[in-house]
């Protein structure tokens, strides 16, 4: 099994990284922080994996393009995990967020997806969020690239689907992870990394399209997106921006 994450150096990335760390498996992980990207890998080593690194950045489509098919001529790769992402925090403009978040997913498996269907065979992930079906001041750009990257994984599903390639939409919650850690609001079913993770590989083995996840959380999300704007508006505007 090759499997290709990005974003590996921490929060979910890294939790999937460890959760699939054994003999057999070849791990390519891409993260911006080279070191903490060789701790992962230290870590998935001596659980047996074999790993390559790589820091690329996201935002550089030619260079991750060039990765991935790079690894995927050394061994074919069996599932690419695009989940690198930021945070919509104060400083970081809405057209960076969209860059990694949305940008940087689609462009790390398209270079895979000719392959894929070649061979008649994959598994695209790309890890979108529960924000996606909520537009929140609290940051709206975060809420468009999750938005976009779901919307995308959907309507390319069944065109995969034709050619034997399966393709997941992973929506989570709150997941306590570094780019959570600095909100300053309340986060309803917050979940360690190490959880999320299970979640989402119990899901990935059963095939599932949509794994999203915690349950009351995504309700309250799919129930509030389907508001009028006269009733959600006003609930939304208590709460704090961080774009």
């Known amino acids: 099994m090759h499997r290709l994450i990005t974003g590996a150096s921490s929060g979910i990335g890294r939790a999937l990284v460890a959760r699939w760390a054994r003999p057999g498996t070849l791990l390519s992980l891409q993260g911006r922080d080279r070191a903490r990207l060789e701790e992962v890998a230290a870590a998935a080593m001596q659980a047996g994996a074999d790993v390559d690194i790589r820091s690329v950045d996201v935002r550089d489509t030619g260079a991750l393009a060039a990765w ?10 069996d ?3 695009a ?12 057209a960076e967020i969209m860059a990694v978040n ?6 790390t498996v398209e270079p895979l ?3 894929m269907r070649a061979r008649g065979r994959g598994h695209v992930v790309l890890v979108s969020s529960l924000a996606s079906f909520l537009a929140s001041p609290t940051g709206p750009a975060y809420a468009a690239s999750k938005a976009a990257v779901r919307r995308y994984g959907e309507g390319l599903r069944p065109r995969l689907a034709r050619d034997g390639v399966r393709l997941s939409v992973v929506c989570p919650g709150f997941v306590d992870t570094p ?5 300053r609001f309340p986060m309803p079913f917050l979940m360690d990394a190490g959880r999320a993770a299970e979640i989402i590989d119990a899901g990935l083995e059963a095939g599932r399209a949509r794994i999203a996840f915690p349950l009351p959380t995504y309700l309250l999300a799919r129930f509030m997106g389907l508001m009028p704007a006269a009733l959600r508006d006003p609930i939304l505007m208590r709460q704090t921006p961080k774009e």
Do not use: F
């Open 68 to 77: 991935a098919s790079e690894r995927d001529a050394a061994r074919p790769v």
């Open 83 to 94: 989940n690198a992402g930021i945070a919509g925090n104060p400083g970081v403009s809405g």
């Open 102 to 107: 949305a940008v940087g997913k689609i462009a």
């Open 179 to 183: 780019l959570t850690r600095v909100n």
């Open 113 to 115: 997806l000719p392959r």
């Open 79 to 81: 599932m690419v995990v």
